[in-house]
């Protein structure tokens, strides 16, 4: 079965400090990652994605995820956070050419303190 | 660049009452979704569209039905309210690239 897993439901840090929003998945075939982000009162946006290739991807506003096969990881980094990055991450899951059956992980919401 | 616009923001709806959401794209996206998100559970996909007057069910469609009379357009119904429900469902639309295009949601509340 497929399934994303974001073990932390609430991250806070500071800004200034460096990040990452863990994200494990489980999938039969290969997988499509992303990352969406839910800001305060605005629709879910695309930060970043996976689909082959070198795995660490870059991102909008400084954000990375690094892909890892053998621990079913897709965690999002970014070296120093501000406080406008306080919002809800989502990992996501879609299978190849499957439109429309993208699995969404529960949500992190990250609050960066000044 | 496009937007996707979903009416009304806001949705205050009696028990057993039948409500309709509508959400617009101006993308061109052949690809249409409806989302409900609550709290705590994520995103869980109620119908998507991969062409006008095509309905595909998700994972969530028990209870709802969708229609998608125009490219531009997919509308959700709840075919009868639950007391005390409270959820925001959210439309998106693609290219089938898997990259989805949000709106900015209709919050529903049942009284």
């Known amino acids: 079965a497929q399934s994303v897993t974001q073990p932390d439901a609430r991250v806070t840090v500071s800004e200034g400090a460096s990040l990452q929003l863990r994200c494990k998945y489980s999938?039969?075939?290969?997988?499509?990652l992303f990352w969406y982000v839910q800001y305060p009162r605005q629709g879910l946006q695309l930060l970043l994605k996976y689909y082959s290739g070198d795995p660490v991807v870059q991102g909008v506003n400084g954000f990375e995820a690094e892909f890892s096969k053998s621990n079913s990881s897709f965690h999002l980094r970014k070296a120093s956070v501000h406080w406008s990055d306080s919002a809800v991450y989502f990992c996501?899951?879609?299978?190849?050419?499957?439109?429309?059956?993208?699995?969404f992980g529960l949500g992190t919401t990250l609050q960066v303190q000044p | 660049g496009g937007i996707i616009t979903q009416t009304p923001k806001f949705l205050i709806g009696q028990e057993g009452q039948k409500l309709t959401l509508k959400c617009q794209q101006n993308?061109?996206?052949?690809?249409m979704y409806w989302y409900r998100q609550d709290s705590g559970k994520g995103l869980r996909l109620i119908y998507y569209s991969i062409t006008e007057n095509d309905l595909q069910k998700g994972d969530l469609s028990e209870g709802y039905d969708a229609s998608r009379e125009k490219k531009s357009s997919f509308s959700l119904t709840v075919t009868s309210a639950q007391k005390n429900e409270m959820a925001v469902f959210l439309c998106?639309?693609?290219?089938?690239?898997?990259?989805?295009?949000f709106g900015h949601g209709t919050k529903l509340s049942v009284l």
């Open positions: 993308f061109n996206h052949d690809t």
């Open positions: 999938s039969s075939g290969t997988p499509y």
């Open positions: 998106a639309s693609s290219t089938g690239n898997e990259r989805l295009f």
């Open positions: 996501v899951l879609s299978l190849t050419g499957n439109t429309g059956k993208l699995i």
